[in-house]
């Protein structure tokens, strides 16, 4: 009988699997085929089931083997990668760290500002055991449901790898290293117990959750739930490529948890922060965002580091800070987020500086504080209006993944103070994002609308093809409030680098402080 189908950590099939499968009738051994089928000679019933394969760990499940419904069997390679949990945590409260080695490794704790500040080594992480800090992977889909590392044989107290956070806000990586030099770096946002400084800085974890794949889904494939079958090829697999009328979104969204490794916000242990981006995806997560923190700390602003999630539970007090400051991608937010952020605004005088791109264009709901499920992107049905209402700008595909710089259009601002600027001027040529070079206005590009307020300030425009750049604009309030929205998802990868655009920001930033510019 076909038992089932076996895969990787990205659902890939594998195949030269070898299984056995046990209960008290037989003994029987199988092996995968290509496209990671098992065919074996057992009676429908209960077995305990054994399998590996070189270069991926080994386990035993216990399954009900049934004609109708195969099994979905699921091991994990020997690559090294890890996460904290929780993610996010307020200063002195604890996390755990989950890290998958097939070797022992050191561990140690960094803070990612300006420069890499090494805060405490915790040694080096081995059992007695063979392999026994590799972790087992649970079968089926897990990308709803969480890898749930650090509980099968873990049983002591002392091996829980409990960490309490540091006193200071920020961002953080645990930085994994072997012998044979594997190494992992994944971050930690540490939030304070109260507000400590005037700026509020909301990390766009919600969108770090939505695009991350591990476990074989994301928002962006196999959003609805993980096929029957693992992947031989992705291209002739999976529905984002397969079918016209998939894309950007199948029809329903399944519960995606963060309780797993996101693979995309890992650093390079050698990486520094005027380095290039590479990537779609590094430049719009956890290594993106470092450039904004690195610059804030750079220009000697004092900030305090939040996770989004913390936004969605009410948990952040806005009314104690005097400007929030949204990092890079903030692309999924909630309609509680959404509200409570233009209530902020435009009833308490709250300032809003909105350094990213592709923002508030779509929605998430929260299951529980470790599940999200993400809607369809553009569409507002919980929340009823554009994100325009409140940014100036809502976010559209043209000039997607193109790259320029801006042009003046009123030079006269006082954010262009200092710059030299004149109208019909060019800056923000330099970037780090290496898939999207040209400029500042790049990858994902907010424009202005007519949902925006009315008194909007169109202070520049990318100058991408087609009149499709990213719009630069500011609105302020009769009762204190403002907000300045940049549009582009590369504005944040040009501080650390760009003086112009580092200018127009420190401007924007003192003047919303009430330090002048």
């Not at 709901?365 to 209006?385: A, I, P, Q, V």
Request: charged residues 25%.
């Amino acid at each position: 009988m076909l038992v089932g189908y076996v895969s990787d950590e990205d659902y890939v099939a594998l195949c030269g699997v070898d299984f056995e499968f046990k209960n008290e009738n037989c003994a029987v051994s199988a092996q995968s085929y290509v496209t990671g089928a098992i065919y074996a000679e057992i009676e429908p019933g209960h077995y305990s089931v054994s399998l590996g394969k070189p270069g991926y760990g080994s386990k035993r499940v216990e399954i009900e083997a049934t004609q109708e419904r195969p099994h979905q069997f699921r091991l994990l390679s020997d690559r090294m990668c890890g996460f904290m949990w929780p993610k996010w945590v307020r200063s002195g409260k604890t996390s755990e760290y989950c890290v998958h080695s097939v070797e022992q490794f050191k561990l140690e704790l960094w803070r990612y500002g300006w420069d890499k500040e090494f805060i405490r080594s915790f040694g080096w992480c081995d059992e007695h055991g063979p392999r026994a800090m590799m972790q087992i992977t649970p079968d089926g889909d897990y990308t709803q449901s969480g890898v749930i590392w650090n509980r099968e044989g873990y049983t002591l107290q002392y091996q829980k790898h409990a960490i309490n956070a540091p006193e200071r806000s920020g961002l953080y990586f645990m930085h994994a290293k072997t012998r044979s030099g594997k190494f992992s770096a994944f971050p930690w946002i540490v939030s304070p117990r109260e507000p400590k400084c005037d700026i509020a800085v909301l990390s766009s974890n919600i969108s770090w959750n939505a695009y991350n794949k591990f476990g074989g889904r994301s928002n962006y494939f196999n959003q609805n739930a993980l096929p029957s079958r693992p992947v031989v090829n992705a291209r002739q697999d999976i529905s984002r490529y397969t079918n016209p009328d998939c894309w950007p979104y199948e029809e329903t969204a399944a519960p995606l948890s963060f309780q797993r490794p996101e693979p995309a916000c890992e650093i390079d242990e050698k990486t520094q922060i005027t380095n290039p981006i590479p990537g779609r995806m590094g430049s719009c997560f956890a290594p993106g965002e470092w450039r904004l923190l690195g610059w804030l700390e750079r220009e000697g602003f004092e900030y305090d580091l939040y996770s989004e999630v913390e936004l969605n539970f009410d948990r952040i007090p806005l009314e104690q800070y005097r400007l929030v400051v949204l990092n890079n991608h903030h692309e999924y937010w909630s309609k509680e987020m959404y509200f409570r952020v233009k209530f902020w605004v435009q009833n308490q005088g709250g300032k809003l500086m909105n350094l990213g791109g592709c923002g508030m264009y779509a929605e998430v709901e929260f299951l529980n504080e470790d599940t999200t499920l993400c809607r369809r992107e553009g569409t507002w049905d919980k929340r009823g209006e554009s994100a325009a209402k409140l940014l100036g700008v809502e976010y559209s595909h043209s000039g997607f993944q193109s790259g320029a710089p801006y042009c003046v259009i009123d030079a006269e601002h006082w954010a262009f103070t200092g710059t030299g600027l004149k109208k019909n001027d060019r800056f923000g040529y330099q970037s780090l994002h290496e898939r999207c070079p040209g400029g500042a206005s790049a990858h994902e590009l907010d424009k202005i609308s007519s949902d925006g307020p009315e008194n909007l300030v169109h202070l520049a425009k990318g100058d991408n093809p087609d009149d499709s750049g990213a719009d630069l604009i500011i609105y302020e309030l009769s009762n204190g409030g403002a907000v300045f929205s940049v549009g582009s998802l590369c504005w944040t990868l040009s501080l650390v680098i760009d003086d112009q655009i580092s200018l127009i920001t420190s401007n924007v930033m003192r003047k919303m402080l009430d330090k002048g510019c």
